[in-house]
């Protein structure tokens, strides 16, 4: 199968430069053709602009939304967008290895996101269930700082963690049809006699993504002017 790695942490020696050359090497060990999108190393443009288009809809006001439309007809993305779009295409599971910083993914990403992620290319005028990138997976693999998992839950100090997750798990892969696995989650505090369990857990995790099952988000037939309906509510996930 082929596997794309988005990677996104400016340090290769850190953890997360770990996890994701483990992934590589294991996954390539086992016949999959790996690629890497390494943000930092590429100097990955994340501001989106006038620039992201060789050519525009309209030369005079930049409507982003509408000339991504236009550039996703007429292949007219600037080079380092298409490159990108072009690995998406090519795959068939994405792997997104970042840290959490401040609650949210580095800036970076988010940046990768609005340019990659097109209107036209990912999605549009189908989204959801229905989104361009339907039959590709995707999970994410995150790091975080907080002492343990125990910080994180309804009561815990730093809420849910799968709320952190929502906006790129549910508003992004699976806006875009993905279907998406449940994250991968490594405390970066965790000591180093313990980190080799985590490890071991990913490593599991890896050899089973084309079988294991994704999150059971709601396909839009569950709503009705965007609420979800009562039919579905009870011991349904969000």
């Not at 007429?74 to 599971?93: G, M, P, R, T």
């Not at 009561?155 to 549910?170: D, M, P």
């Amino acid at each position: 199968m082929n596997i794309l790695i988005v990677y996104a942490h400016p340090e290769p020696t850190s953890l997360n430069g770990s996890l994701k050359e483990f992934a590589c090497s294991l996954l390539e060990s086992q016949g999959h053709n790996i690629r890497i999108s390494d943000l930092y190393e590429m100097n990955f443009k994340a501001i989106a602009d006038g620039n992201d288009f060789r050519e525009r809809k309209n030369p005079n006001q930049l409507n982003y939304l509408s000339e991504q439309m236009n550039a996703s007809k007429n292949k007219s993305f600037s080079q380092d967008i298409l490159l990108e779009q072009e690995k998406l295409e090519w795959a068939d599971f994405v792997i997104f290895q970042f840290p959490i910083w401040w609650t949210e993914a580095p800036a970076i990403l988010k940046g990768w996101f609005d340019r990659v992620f097109a209107y036209g290319f990912a999605y549009g005028p189908g989204a959801y269930d229905k989104g361009n990138l339907r039959g590709k997976r995707a999970m994410l693999s995150v790091t975080h700082g907080a002492p343990n998992l125990n910080n994180y839950g309804e009561y815990g100090l730093k809420g849910k963690l799968e709320e952190r997750l929502f906006n790129i798990q549910h508003e992004k892969l699976y806006f875009s049809g993905m279907d998406v696995l449940e994250p991968f989650i490594f405390p970066s505090s965790a000591p180093l006699e313990v980190r080799e369990t985590y490890f071991e857990q990913y490593k599991n995790r890896l050899l089973h993504i084309f079988e294991e099952p994704t999150i059971p988000f709601h396909p839009l037939s569950h709503y009705q002017h965007g609420q979800l309906v009562d039919e579905f509510r009870r011991d349904q996930p969000v």
